[in-house]
């Protein structure tokens, strides 16, 4: 609820055009649908400038679909992430118009066009072929919310010549992010050469003392180039999202 | 053995009516009949005032009959928690008296009405679609126990005025009940709105650094919220159980 | 803001008697003195029944000399937990009205007096010496919130006897405070012999495995009595203001 | 090798009985059979005065039926532990002289009869029914090393008279082995409760801020009670050796 | 040695100016000079946009004085972080050109005017009073990048009202850098609330369950929200530099 | 409260020479002196076979005054462990008959001759020179209990050489007492060598990855020698009282 | 790119056979082929002195014979490890000339003969039987590399004399790989007997408190012995590649 | 005991010159000097190659000094590690010919010339100055060792040109020590750089998320880079003396 919402509703109250208790509603009830096990937050891309993002992982078919077409409903894109193979092909099979990327597990309800926005390319730079799911949720999503994406894979710094020959690519970049698993050295290299902000990833590539994914969290948390933020393990929508951000002009 | 049933034992003993090995038999022997590999408390609603509640995970069908069956036998109510939905099906149709709740995983055997009890309400609020079962478990069961109880769900803090649509219901409730995963800031947040204990169930919704729920138990157990108290990760039965405590007259 | 002062504010606006911009203001701005590096919540009593507690670690005596004496500007009793020897002396030589615990580490500023209530007594168990501080600080909180409290000192479950040898006073609470480091077995012995809620607080007493008290507070959490939930290590005055409103009729 | 064998081989070599290379040969190889991915140790009864067990868990059908048929070639009796169902079906089909306990996951090779022996009896005491197949691995061990077994099972100390009730049979035994998951509180009181050595049995039952047993070991290693040493988590077997170590006269 | 340099230097090697020893050099040689124990990176400036910052702790007076003068041979302006009270009070004394901001524990060369720059002012939010020291170094660093800042202090969740009543300021922030200890849910609730980038420092203010600030940063990074990254424990410069990155046009 | 003593409690009852309020208050009241914030147990000496020790880390000298004071009343020998050299220092001052052991910082207040027991020595092996205070502490109190006690000291596996070089001894002992740092490899390898139950002490020897002893304690219990059983770091105390339990006869 | 090659590029560029986008080209290209999701490092021979591995795990069929063609197209052995037997099956049937290793999950290309190479043997010792996979790794990929491998299988510190028995092999190799899991004692046992450095590979044998490995790991980072190094869990392949590193002359 | 040494002791037993008891000694007995607190091992240096290096952490001056006089009373260089600067000043003024080294915490005690050995030199590589006592220590137990060593410090990944610019010393030596706190990244850049063995020295630089060294030692031990083997937090002395065995002809 902002200050403006608010000033315009208490015009109208003041006129007469809307009663107490409607005001009071109208202060008081969010801008969502409640569909008793979930409440879509429609006003979403009004807020915070994008559509909401449904986190398909642990929720039924039934549930996503209810959600989506909510959603939907309001005209915007649909982005459904971590979405199991099962659960999108049965989920395409109740909603055709949904389009499925297999490698990043997502899933998009198309409806407006995407424009093309932001200050320059993102680019999406990872260590190893393992790491390509996330590195391309990251990259997809970045392209659905109009940046244009510039893919560098499998430039892990035990070979540091895969990532030097593709410097220029990465330094043209208006923001890095930086995909590993392991050790995650590369967030730490990539921010050194560069003037940009980088978004590590952490992937759950590795094995032993990778513990899932932890170590490499830590390490890039520790990472000695001050240019670096972290997210989530394996969160490449996350990078992505915010990558947006700093993108738009 | 409370100090009053030792003191009628000792009557009826002084008053020759109960011989010395009966006396020390009583004193003794504890109220629980041996299953030889349980020993099922039939007691329990008698010392803490509710009837014993059966945990149904890691227990075969057959040890469930017989326990279950040996609390009916005392004619109360019987709960039985975390019960998978393949042992559901397989022991209702050994016990067709039982009411399986398949969200919450719970299997009741109904003998005595429900006499609603409380202070007031308990809200359920929970932070995402997907805490659903342990939230419903919270509720189901707090119902069981003859309270009143208010769900509010989805209402995670990302989008606070989900939450705060809500907060006269949950400013009402004479406890409260908040299930979040991931970083848990619902605890806190609803812990400083609302002048009532809050009991937080952390889930082990998350992924990566969410550490199976571990995060989630250590931020709440963190809260800057003084009125907020923690039970284990996914333990929504754990949660209504107090909350019935706490809202007893 | 609660919806019947959002009422009253919009009678007044209707009225003629609160302009436009004021109304604004009085949504808007939030009870509380700004003194640049705190901001001061001095309408906490009526949100949430308590006076503000300052949390004294890590703050200097300038910092807590303004605090208090903002808070006390409103009239309510203040209370400072976790004042260090030192500081208390210091702040005490310039507020001399304060009054110091050494055992807990409190600060008190009594201006008004403390009115019994709650529905019974509320037990502080301990299961060693060592843990004492800790008790101390939940039996004292308890105290200034106008509880009556049983303490039962250094009943550890190691010499089962000193428990069960007060279990007739623990029984009689309306609330059991169980503290304890090492195992905190304690928790789970109480909360099985008595009918009431427990609130468990894990203490840093210990050596090795216990980790500065983390293994005591998983182990708690773990508490196979359903009638336990938890606090942070250390955590006297949480146990002690939870247990508080649990205990108002 | 110790002295008196050394002293013997020597006097061997002195008189002329045993060449030089065949003292080397003596004092150099080791009294085991090498199977090439298996040194079976045949000489593990003399060493340390039980035939040698063998681990199960992770050895396919055919090593573990190359190995117990060497052991059993000794004459002794062998002792598989960690068998999954699956391989001890296919093993029995192999050596069907083989005798299977099901819920202690054991497999049994009798040649030579087992002589009661130890000092009194040896009590496994669990808190919960899912704990019985550790309990029952190291009861079922106990056995077959020819001690007396005392079973008191689900014997929480949520509900301490189920516990109480069986003190005498406890308190009769030389050695107390304690088996518990959760918070691990049976091994403290069980320990304040004895005058004898308890071993404690930490197991993975539980489930989210249990660590998988992590909680209990950490809590038990804490115990309030001094008499109470520790095992690795589920570890039976290694309780029950022990404990029949410290039952020899 | 970006792509330019390297043209320029062929070019002024091909045309006889740069000799073949003189060019390799050229190529190989990185611009930092070598003072033994450091390699002062004097080219980070013309690298990645900021002058080098030197981090203070565990460095000694001489390592820092002799760092910071290589530095300021530069001509630029020299930052250190980290730097204890009596380590800076020395430092001064040999460089009294040094400006000391103690409660951020920075230390400042000044040398060139610092020139306004940013799309707008940068929001720093802190929960509590205790996380000042980290609040302040955000704040100050991104000042000394010429940025605005905007400072919301004190303004945790518990009293959600502290934070609502600036929810403009914040808003206005082309970034927001959330600094909070505990359980570090003020993170998520400004990340829910604004539509910018919100770069999270967890602070170690704490105790307990709150393991030195582990906790807090681990619940950072399963923010529900989805424009939150997160930088190092206590990190307050880091997450100034990276806002400072954003911020630029 | 043995069935024993309720039998002639209530044979006396029943002869008219104890009354009813009497026999409830000795069934009831523990067998404890109360000193307030210290319940001493009096008759542990009756009920688990040795002397209370005290555990003097944490305690005042005040505390430790009275706690010994009250014990030594009841005409025992007294233990005090973990002492501090100031502590003792002071406590001695108050307590001239108090002996004070300065390696294993024990005091012992002697009033009845220790006589010797046990069916064989205690062996205390440990692995380096800096283990000696946890060895010392083992070795001193298991001679306080009668037993006889062979040192093996700075014999790490390292070396092995030193450690078979007292291979005899080590072998004569009824059970092994094995105190390490670092990798714990000790405990296993002695273990692998005896006959007789091993008695592990983890130590805080060690630094970076052996994270104060867990390590070590982790590594311990995961032995391949079936013999060991662990404590927790540095409890050479509860070793020794262990390993005395084992060796009565 | 090295100094010579990067003289012998600006020798052509001077003699005008190289252009200057040609010899720019040629400085910043590096020697790997780019396959979109993986880059084919095909001179790591050269750089690094044996051919690159192909890490198995996680990666598709169809990926692992696209990147094993393409490095067997520079005539290289190729080697993938970690390959699941799936996997394996279904990749030999696309490429037929590749060699299974069952045991240690490895697939070979032989294309040009491995050379005898390394001062002498390396000597590859493990614990117990189900160390085999990792030990067989180890010694098949030495092998591979040219090296002699002597295998010492089974051969755990609880049973010394079966280490003790192939003391010879193993002081007679100029490497040892010592493969263990549990406690990992061995590593310190051997490290303790030879002259050579000693590589350690903590295996995730283990069950409880072994922590998949971790325990291992970390107690074999703080062994006693200083000639141990230590690489990941289970990780044979890092292990016998740096033992040939250090092998050769 | 090795199999030459016992057949020269059997000869010379066959031979009348060494007694039956003798023989037994001289097989038992094991070529250390036993302190009573410590056991010497003064034959190391031909049993492992190396004189014996006395780890000065947590030893007293009185301990160091009988130790070191008795390793030196074996006529070679005698070196402790480890000590801290009070200790090294008093122990020096007891035994002026010992040389302290400060920065790296050494005390050495020369007695016979280092002689010049091993196959080139050895690099250490570190990351930031602040690595410089641990780097140090690596460096200096090296040239102890008789190995030239080439110094490489501050050299940090975020800074790469500062590495590539000492590529061709780096590249040059036999063995390479690469030492860094925080991500620890240095290692794995290096190690795909170089063709030789790398070990990998993690320091406890860093804060926070660090965790003391710990999250760059599990950052190190998942290097992508296959050579590279890893050592305890802070141990360049173990790092150097295994890179004198690889080093050696």
Chains 1, 2, 3, 4, 5, 6, 7, 8 share one sequence.
Request: hydrophobic share 50%.
């Amino acid at each position: 609820m902002d200050r403006e919402r608010l000033n315009a509703l208490l015009d109208r109250h003041a006129s007469g055009e809307l009663g107490r208790d409607e005001l009071l509603e109208a202060i008081a009830v969010a801008p969502f649908v409640d569909l008793g096990d979930a409440r879509v937050d429609t006003h979403r891309a009004l807020r915070v400038g994008f559509p909401e993002v449904v986190f398909g992982a642990g929720k039924t078919v039934d549930q996503l679909a209810r959600i989506a077409t909510t959603l939907a409903g309001t005209g915007v894109n649909v982005l459904i992430t971590r979405i199991a193979p099962d659960t999108a092909a049965e989920l395409r099979a109740r909603l055709p118009q949904l389009e499925i990327l297999a490698t990043p597990r997502l899933a998009v309800w198309r409806q407006v066009p995407i424009e093309p926005r932001g200050r320059g390319p993102i680019a999406v730079v990872c260590a190893g072929t393992s790491d390509l799911p996330v590195a391309e949720e990251a990259a997809a999503v970045a392209e659905l919310y109009g940046n244009k994406v510039e893919r560098v894979y499998d430039a892990g710094v035990a070979g540091l010549h895969r990532l030097l020959a593709s410097l220029d690519v990465v330094r043209r970049a208006s923001v890095v992010i930086a995909v590993a698993g392991m050790e995650g050295a590369l967030a730490s290299v990539v921010g050194g050469l560069v003037a940009t902000p980088v978004i590590a990833v952490p992937t759950s590539i590795g094995y032993g003392a990778s513990l899932g994914g932890v170590t490499t969290l830590l390490a890039m948390l520790n990472s000695c180039a001050a240019n670096v933020t972290v997210v989530n393990i394996d969160n490449g929508f996350g990078a992505a999202y915010v990558a947006s951000l700093v993108n738009r002009a």
